[in-house]
């Protein structure tokens, strides 16, 4: 158990609507990062949050936002949803530099 | 930029054969190394991992070394069981606040 969670687990979607997946850490991890993970493929790195702000930023539009809250918990949001977007979606929770302990992830299918 | 290659799969074995799964590696500083496995339907756990050249990382009877010479981390086990059936990914870490890089991963399927 790594004490990240995610929610929902499982999510449909259609193409253009708008989606937001969550994630919360238990053990006060100040940093959260998102990998978007398409089937058959490896985790992409889409972006990072610490004290609330984004930190870096992988090769992902701008339609993909997120944030974090004081508690650290953190929203990924997506606009304009496409087919490609469909993915498991995982957050790693972790301190400034330090080991990334990962959710079980949210898998969005986008019709 | 930074990369990971690992051998593509799927790779099937038969249970207490040996494993290899190949790795290799390009970064422009001096990486951390890991190892996560993905179960059907889960998420990512850290296997193990290694934070400098020479160093062996090992859990559950899966290790991996740390061979900066090769660009290398190949991770091995000895005798597998149907339960290591899984995805196998091999991913680097810079430092401070950049990103996990991930390879593609491997899928392993172990038969009875």
């Known amino acids: 158990e790594t004490g990240v969670t995610q929610s929902p687990t499982h999510l449909i979607k259609t193409r253009g609507q708008q989606v937001t997946l969550r994630c919360s850490s238990q053990s006060g991890h100040n940093t959260v990062s998102w990998y978007q993970q398409a089937l058959g493929q490896g985790p992409q790195f889409i972006f990072q949050y610490y004290r609330e702000e984004e930190n870096g930023r992988g090769n992902f539009p701008p339609r993909f936002s997120g944030l974090q809250f004081p508690n650290y918990s953190s929203e990924l949001n997506v606009n304009a949803l496409e087919l490609d977007d469909s993915a498991l979606y995982l957050c790693?929770?972790?301190?400034?530099?330090?080991?990334?302990?990962f959710g079980p992830g949210t898998r969005l299918t986008v019709t | 930029g930074d990369s990971v290659t690992q051998m593509e799969g799927p790779v099937t074995l038969s249970e207490e054969a040996f494993l290899t799964i190949n790795c290799t590696y390009t970064?422009?500083?001096?990486?951390?190394l890991f190892w996560y496995v993905q179960y059907p339907g889960e998420g990512l756990q850290l296997l193990l991992k290694?934070?400098?050249?020479?160093d062996k990382g090992s859990n559950k009877g899966f290790e991996a070394t740390y061979r900066k010479e090769t660009t290398s981390f190949h991770l091995e086990k000895g005798s597998v069981q149907v339960s290591d059936s899984a995805v196998y990914f091999c991913a680097l870490w810079d430092s401070g606040n950049t990103p996990l890089v991930f390879g593609k991963g491997t899928r392993l399927s172990v038969i009875a």
């Open positions: 790693a929770a972790s301190l400034v530099g330090g080991e990334q302990y």
């Open positions: 290694a934070t400098k050249a020479d």
């Open positions: 970064a422009t500083g001096y990486p951390s």
